[in-house]
């Protein structure tokens, strides 16, 4: 009992609230490169994850097959973030998977962005674990802040097989009148073959489409992505946003430059892994989303919602059942010391960036502390529950 109060005194003395400007610049800032590279490999069946306490690998995502398990993989990281998230099963087979952020001053404004979780193949890091990645990179930062409008994360079962789970939405939608302004919709977004960072939207002139496009290419410009932007009219119907067009919405395709047959050569097919990925490319179309969702959606606050811990941030999922992965604010050099309520150090680990994923499965049930000691000698802690 000594012990847990010098914890909790060394826990005060490091949680400071932070008072300073956040800036969409800043949002932007918080997108992890291991981060979501880290939910592609997982949604892609490169690494093992925990699914509903279960440590699993998720092979495959083809809806016919039953890619539930992507579906709760997803469903278990938006609740982790502390968002109201909702399974709609609009079908015996058909899951989309939905969280939303009233705004707080316009909680009938609506700005929506998307990415279809199902695949034709093996794998599917591409085609569409990239667009799901960007989702929920942009879920994770703009939980932590208050905004004007309200925000819809969704993730579409059964692109594949007629553009069923957006299509049931974009309907349901149309039918409640809900005042959906903006939906940008990501399918394929980590291929960049010839480097030269070109990247589609795709547009009709169905509603305020045009203005999205233009959006997004102010965005590119404003926060110097290292992007190219090619407005494409008419663009492709051949994927979920063009169920928002025939909804009477807004809407648009942000992908990989089909416009000059720069796509996946894994396209459709089991070759679709994160090893072809372009990096690079990859984070500045997820900063690009975030930058595009934080600007529509307005910040209200200049400042978070919660204490800022310096410098650990967050750790997801807590309480744990085996994997814990852990954003830092900034990039840094430290070693992580896992101890337990009787003070002994149970895992050691170093950190050089801004995440880390640890696997604690074999650590016993319980209370403990993650201490992180940087190169500098500063230390933060936090506590983290691991549970069955
Ligand atoms: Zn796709």
């Known amino acids: 009992m000594k012990l847990n109060f010098k914890l909790l005194a060394i826990t005060l003395l490091f949680i400071n609230v932070s008072f300073s400007q956040t800036t969409i610049a800043n949002l932007i800032s918080q997108v992890s490169q291991p981060g979501i590279i880290q939910t592609v490999r997982d949604l892609s069946g490169e690494d093992s994850t925990v699914v509903t306490g279960n440590t699993v690998l998720i092979e495959h995502r083809v809806s016919d097959y039953d890619n539930n398990l992507a579906a709760d993989y997803i469903k278990e990281q938006l609740t982790s973030y502390g968002l109201s998230v909702a399974a709609i099963n609009y079908s015996a087979n058909g899951r989309n998977i939905v969280a939303t952020k009233i705004g707080n001053v316009n909680p009938n404004d609506i700005y929506l962005i998307s990415a279809h979780y199902d695949a034709v193949s093996y794998h599917g890091a591409d ?70 960072k070109l990247f589609d939207i795709d547009v009709r002139n169905y509603a305020n489409s045009n203005q999205i496009a233009s959006d997004l290419v102010n965005i590119v410009s404003t926060h110097n992505l290292d992007l190219v932007s090619n407005i494409v009219n008419p663009g492709t119907l051949d994927s979920d946003h063009s169920t928002f067009w025939d909804a009477g919405y807004s809407a648009v395709l942000l992908g990989e430059a089909w416009s000059e047959n720069d796509i996946t050569p894994g396209y459709h097919s089991a070759n679709d892994r994160i090893n072809l990925f372009n990096y690079s490319y990859f984070f500045n179309m997820v900063k690009l989303c975030v930058g595009y969702i934080t600007t529509k959606a307005v910040l209200l606050n200049t400042t978070a919602i919660s204490p800022t811990f310096t410098p650990l941030a967050k750790i997801y999922p807590n309480p744990t059942k085996g994997f814990a992965n852990l954003y830092y604010k900034n990039n840094i050099h430290a070693e992580i010391n896992i101890i337990n309520t009787y003070g002994n150090i149970v895992f050691t680990r170093n950190v050089n960036g801004n995440f880390v994923k640890l696997d604690l499965t074999n650590l016993s049930n319980g209370i403990y502390i993650i201490k992180t000691v940087e190169s500098n000698g500063s230390t933060s802690v936090l506590k983290m529950i691991k549970e069955n």
């Open 127 to 196: 085609d569409n674990a990239s667009g799901v990645a960007a989702v929920l990179e942009a879920a994770r930062i703009m939980a932590n802040y208050d905004f004007e409008n309200t925000v819809v994360f969704a993730l579409w079962d059964e692109e594949e097989i007629g553009l069923k789970g957006a299509e049931n939405y974009a309907n349901t939608a149309s039918q409640n009148n809900d005042n959906i302004l903006g939906v940008v919709n990501m399918d394929m977004i980590g291929y960049d073959g010839d480097n030269d």
